[in-house]
């Protein structure tokens, strides 16, 4: 079975320019996460999506970050414009189907983001 | 925001030994998981404990749950060189997976 694959893997940019990013989860996974995970950190949810439905956007920045998951499957998360704080791992999980708790997430690579 | 908490940050120890991690937590939880993040790698799911069980085993993997004290320990029995990377802890909380920091754990040959 194929895992949650991501890209790209690496990515710089300079401040002010866009970024987006692409995540495709594992087939039948019907909950989507988006993680931003700083040096030394742990993961910090950006958004969770239930289908093409983002159920929990609080922790998204809105006026610089979106994301979409158009029918339900692949997602992209997109930074415009690109600040030097946003320089981070970008990680996409996935999950089966939402049943009011958290069940085992399954973590793609990342996309490592380097901000100028 | 982290509710989490693990302890130690960091852990140096001989390959053959075993290595313990703590995590510690601030409201009620449905349930608490141990990921393990290898460097330059992403997330691996270990273990998943529910609020109802207090131990569970994995292989060489031994979770522990504490719910009174709001802990939870992770126990890696006999290391390899292998299980070098960091632990983190997982609360389900408030319909939210919530993440610790994380403890650096160094198997030394």
């Known amino acids: 079975e194929a895992g949650v694959v991501q890209s790209p893997r690496y990515k710089i940019i300079e401040k002010k320019q866009p970024v987006a990013f692409w995540c495709n989860p594992i087939?039948?996974?019907?909950?989507l996460y988006w993680y931003r995970q700083n040096l030394g950190q742990g993961p910090e949810l950006l958004i969770r999506y239930e289908n093409e439905e983002a159920v929990d956007d609080s922790q998204l920045p809105k006026d610089r970050f979106s994301a979409e998951r158009l029918k339900g499957v692949d997602s992209t998360l997109k930074i415009q414009p690109a600040e030097l704080g946003d320089s981070a791992v970008y990680l996409c999980?996935?999950?089966?189907?939402?049943?009011?708790?958290?069940?085992?997430?399954?973590f793609g690579p990342g996309t490592r983001l380097l901000v100028l | 925001s982290q509710q989490g908490e693990e302890d130690p940050q960091a852990l140096s120890i001989q390959e053959g030994e075993n290595a313990t991690m703590n995590c510690s937590y601030k409201t009620s939880i449905n349930n608490l998981q141990w990921y393990r993040q290898n460097s330059g790698r992403g997330l691996v799911h270990l273990i998943l404990?529910?609020?109802n069980e207090r131990e569970k085993h994995s292989g060489r993997l031994r979770v522990t749950l504490d719910t009174s004290k709001k802990s939870s320990s992770l126990l890696i029995t006999a290391s390899r060189a292998a299980d070098t990377a960091s632990y983190f802890c997982a609360t389900d909380s408030n319909y939210q997976l919530i993440w610790g920091a994380g403890t650096k754990l160094i198997i030394k040959p």
């Open positions: 999980a996935s999950s089966s189907r939402w049943q009011g708790v958290q069940e085992t997430q399954y």
């Open positions: 087939s039948g996974h019907n909950t």
């Open positions: 404990i529910r609020s």
